[in-house]
């Protein structure tokens, strides 16, 4: 059951039309519902303002089918990463409108009567490479109610490509900036802009890079003050945390009209 509602039953309860034994009955799976390999975290949406999202990786098709399923019927909006098209195939034969982004290895669907998207995200890969990561990233800010302008391969190897962007870096309230290699860029757009910056490290590069490792702690010693960094490949956790920070923005952004 998501946040509306939630608080349409609430509203039907102090309005009379709704008896208290009828609406603990529409609240019975709160604040989790177990279904023996998982427990659905119920309270996700109200307490964080998103559902919760499944990590697909090591799970069973049956056991993804099985979570989707659940979390469509509450009316949710679903989002499942790191999982293969036969994943996507299995689960949309049981459940209709789900979506597939083959270069995030994610399905997923909005929920149902979503709200405008919240505009302030950019996403930023340095290379092609790192493109699935950056479109996790993307994905993951999207599905929570966000509008991302992607802003691919303007990587340190040519910083002419980043200076052509520069009207829509200042636009953003938050940038996501995926780098591998020596992991540089995020550290070079901290400078030009007036906004957090999450760094994400990725595994692209050649021996010495060890896995991405050189690129997480070339941004974890950023010389430039307002960079966050994410783990290696961790698009999603990027994602999520531009989309909080976002919103906050966009609520403050709200109050202080006159």
């Known amino acids: 059951m998501n946040v509306r509602k939630i608080e349409k039953l ?45 990590f697909g990786e090591r799970k069973t098709i049956e056991q993804i089918a099985t979570i989707v399923e659940r979390l469509a019927s509450r009316g949710q909006a679903i989002l499942v990463t790191r999982v293969g098209p036969e994943t996507w195939e299995a689960v949309a034969a049981r459940v209709p409108g789900m979506s597939y982004n083959a270069a995030a290895r994610a399905l997923y669907r909005h929920a149902p009567g979503r709200r405008k ?13 790192d493109l699935p990561v ?28 980043l200076a052509a962007e520069q009207e829509r870096l200042f636009a953003a309230r938050v940038l996501v900036v995926v780098a591998g290699m020596e992991g540089a860029l995020p550290s070079v757009v901290s400078g030009l802009v007036d906004a957090p910056v999450i760094a994400v490290p ?23 003050s307002g960079v966050a960094v994410v783990n290696i490949d961790n698009g999603f956790g990027a994602g999520y945390t531009a989309a909080l920070i976002n919103r906050k923005a966009a609520r403050l952004r709200l109050l202080s009209r006159p």
Do not use: W
Not at 119 to 129: D, E, F, R, W, Y
Not at 142 to 153: A, H, P, S, T, W
């Open 117 to 129: 998207p919240i505009p302030g995200i950019a996403v930023l890969s340095a290379g092609t490479s």
């Open 134 to 161: 950056a479109e996790e990233a993307a994905l993951t800010a999207e599905v929570l109610g966000n509008r991302v302008e992607r802003i691919f391969d303007v990587g340190v190897a040519g910083l002419h490509r």
């Open 10 to 54: 609430l509203k039907e309860v102090a309005a009379g039309r709704l008896s208290v034994a009828r609406a603990m009955d529409g609240l019975r799976v709160l604040p989790f519902e177990n279904l023996g390999f998982a427990r659905l975290d119920s309270h996700r949406e109200l307490r964080r303002g998103f559902p919760e999202v499944v």
């Open 202 to 224: 990725t595994s692209v590069g050649y021996g010495a890079s060890f896995g991405g490792l050189a690129a997480l702690l070339g941004m974890l010693n950023s010389c430039s």
